[in-house]
């Protein structure tokens, strides 16, 4: 990871303070905040939820807050969020007037409430074509200087970031299914599986939140012939 602590170093020599976008269980997220923690004097975490009060994404906070006493965590409405609400999406309660955000917009949110400039993101060059195009405008494929943003995973892989979790002994990231992490679809089946069945409290907030994510279950568990029940 040297690459990434040549970036986080530099950050550190402009602030001693910096804003690191984490997903709580995530094995990007989980790496970056502890390659970042011994080069800054307090670090704020953000979590974007799509449903709020998550029990098995809370564990992940909890144990971050012990493991890191210089971080702290703050909650905001994931900006995909905000298109959910203004289209009433799965049966949420729909404003239409709802503003529309990006993750840009979000961060400038949190630079206003904290007083943070720079902030931290858990992006790679191989999670996407366009993530790859964008990284590699900017300053050593990591830094971009005009807007204070800094992505330290830009050159590295998935293999990369879990060897290197594995290395240290840091807690395993979270999957939903054959490898799935939710993202921002509260109708992934993978999740709400997980919920139904480890976290039967989540998956009733979830639906309270997204009343049409319980049929789309019900039908799945119902009609899809590839499921398998167990009987």
Known sequence: MRLAIECIRQIASKSDKVILFHSATGKDSIALLDLCYPYFNEIVCVYMYMVEGLEHIDKYIIWVKQKYPKARFISVPHYALTQYIKDGAFGCEQDP???????????????????????????????????????RTYKEQMINEATR?????????????????????????????????????????????????KYPQDLERVIARFPEVEKILFD????????????
């Open 97 to 135: 007037k709802q503003r529309i955000k990006r993750l840009s917009d979000i961060t400038e949110d949190v630079r206003a409430m904290t007083g943070i400039d720079w902030a931290i993101y858990g992006f790679k060059q191989t999670d996407s074509l366009n993530r790859c195009i964008m990284l």
């Open 149 to 197: 943003k800094a992505y330290p995973l830009s050159h590295y892989t998935n293999k990369d970031v879990e060897a290197y979790i594995k290395h240290k002994r840091l807690i395993p990231s979270l999957k939903y299914g054959n490898g799935q992490s939710q993202g921002t679809d509260v109708s992934n089946i993978p999740f709400l599986l997980f919920c139904r069945d």
């Open 220 to 231: 799945y568990l119902n009609y899809d012939p590839k499921y398998d029940q167990g009987d």
